[in-house]
C-alpha cells in the first residue's frame, strides 16, 4: 500500500499546507509549519532539489501540471523516494495556488534497484558460463583433432574389413562427437549474441541424406521405421546454411525416434511453387510417439523464415535465422507449426517462404 498525502500552496502569500498523512510520512511534528524552504531543504542532491524549484516557477509560469520523483532526508535521518504531482488553481489566466499529492515510492524503487540487481547477476553469470563453453569447446576440440588424423591414417594402411569396419565406426563417432561440441559452441555463441550463419549454394537432399544412415541404425534398434522421402528438392540448390539447418533436422529426428517407441518416423521435404520466382519450402518431420500436451505446446519451437527466389535453375533461400532446437528454438519471429496431443501423430515442419 502506496503512503499518500497531500499539500496546497498558496502563491501570494507562500503559506504551505501539509496534511497530517504527509506529515507523518515524512516524520513531521503535527504541530510544525512547513514552509517551502523547509522541504527544499530535504532534498539534498544539489541538481535534483535545482530542478524541483524550477517545476514550481514553471508551473507558476505556465500553468502546466507536473509529476516529478526524487529522494529526500527527512529530519529523522530516512532516505526517502517520493513521486510529487503537482496541479495549478488558475484565476484570470494566472496561478493562485497549487495543489497537489506526494507519495511514497521507495518500496518500489528498491525493487526496481533489487531487479537490475539480479539482471546484472544474471547476466554476468550467461556471459561466464558462456566463455567457459566456449573455452572448454575450443579445448576439447583439438584432441579429437588428433584422434581423427590417426584414423585417418590408420585408414590408409592394409586393414581387413572388419578393420575398416571398426575404423570407419570410430570416424564416424569422432566427427559425432566433434557436432556435439561444435554445437555446445555455438550454445555459447547464441548467449553472447555472436551467433554467425553462412550462406553457400546447398544440396539440401545431400545435406539430409548425410544424416540418415545413423537415424536407421537408431530405428532399426527400436523397431520402428523411418521414411525419408526428399525426391522434391533433389537437383535443387539452396543458398542457406546448410550445417544450422542439418543440426536442426538432426534434432528433430533424434527427439521424434527417442520418443516413438512404435510405428514410424518420417521426414518429408517440399518444394512448391506458388508465384512468380515464388517458392515455399517444407521439411516436415512426423512421428507416432507420445505427443505433446497442450500445455507444453506453447514452449517448444519457433523459426524465423524469409523468401525463397529462382535465380539461373537454382532455388535460393535470401535469409534465414537458425535458434538452437536444445533452447526450444529461440526466435525473433515465426513460429514453427506442429500439431500433436498425446495419442496422435506429431507433425512438426521447417518452412522457408
Known amino acids: 500500500m502506496l503512503s499518500v498525502g497531500t499539500w496546497e500552496l498558496n502563491i501570494s502569500s507562500g503559506t504551505l499546507v501539509w496534511s497530517e498523512s504527509l506529515k507523518k510520512m515524512l516524520n ?20 535534483a532539489k535545482q530542478e524541483y524549484v524550477e517545476r514550481f516557477k514553471r508551473i507558476i509560469k505556465t500553468g502546466e501540471e507536473f509529476n516529478y520523483e526524487f529522494q529526500v532526508e527527512t529530519d529523522a535521518g530516512e532516505h526517502k523516494w517520493l513521486e510529487s504531482r503537482a496541479h495549478p488553481v488558475m484565476e484570470n489566466g494566472r496561478c493562485i495556488k497549487i495543489i497537489g499529492a506526494t507519495m511514497d515510492i521507495t518500496q518500489q524503487y528498491l525493487d526496481k534497484a533489487d531487479l537490475r540487481r539480479k539482471t ?12 567457459f563453453l566456449a573455452n572448454m569447446s575450443h579445448e576439447i576440440r583439438t584432441p579429437i583433432h588428433g584422434i581423427q588424423g590417426m584414423l585417418e591414417t590408420l585408414e590408409t594402411t592394409s586393414l581387413s574389413l572388419t578393420q ?3 575404423t570407419a565406426v570410430a570416424m564416424k563417432s569422432a566427427e559425432s562427437l566433434l557436432g556435439i561440441i561444435n554445437d555446445i559452441l555455438d550454445f555459447s555463441k547464441i548467449d553472447s549474441g555472436n551467433m554467425s ?11 539430409i541424406s548425410e544424416q540418415i544412415p545413423m537415424f536407421l541404425r537408431l530405428a532399426d534398434r527400436k523397431g520402428i521405421t523411418l521414411n525419408v522421402n526428399t525426391k522434391a528438392i533433389e537437383g535443387k540448390r539452396f543458398v542457406v546454411d546448410g550445417l544450422r539447418i542439418g543440426q536442426v533436422i538432426i534434432n528433430l529426428l533424434n527427439n521424434a525416434i527417442k520418443f516413438t517407441e512404435t510405428g514410424v518416423v518420417k521426414l518429408d521435404a517440399r518444394c512448391v511453387h506458388y508465384g512468380d520466382e515464388q517458392y515455399k519450402l517444407k521439411i516436415r518431420v512426423s512421428d507416432t510417439g507420445i505427443g505433446i500436451s497442450e500445455q507444453q505446446q506453447s514452449l517448444v519451437f519457433s523459426l524465423s523464415c524469409r523468401r525463397v527466389t529462382i535465380h539461373k535453375n537454382a532455388l535460393v533461400v535470401l535469409a534465414w535465422d537458425w535458434p538452437s532446437l536444445n533452447k526450444l528454438l529461440i526466435t525473433t519471429g515465426e513460429t514453427l507449426p506442429f500439431k500433436a496431443n498425446l495419442v496422435k501423430v506429431v507433425h512438426l515442419s521447417l518452412t522457408w517462404f
Open 28 to 47: 513531521v511534528s503535527g504541530e510544525k509549519i512547513v514552509r517551502p524552504e523547509y522541504v527544499v531543504s530535504l532534498i539534498k542532491d544539489e541538481g
Open 120 to 131: 546484472e547477476i544474471a547476466e554476468q553469470a550467461l556471459k561466464t558460463r558462456s566463455e
Open 197 to 207: 550463419f553462412e550462406n553457400e549454394s546447398t544440396d539440401l537432399a545431400c545435406v
Open 164 to 166: 575398416q569396419e571398426y
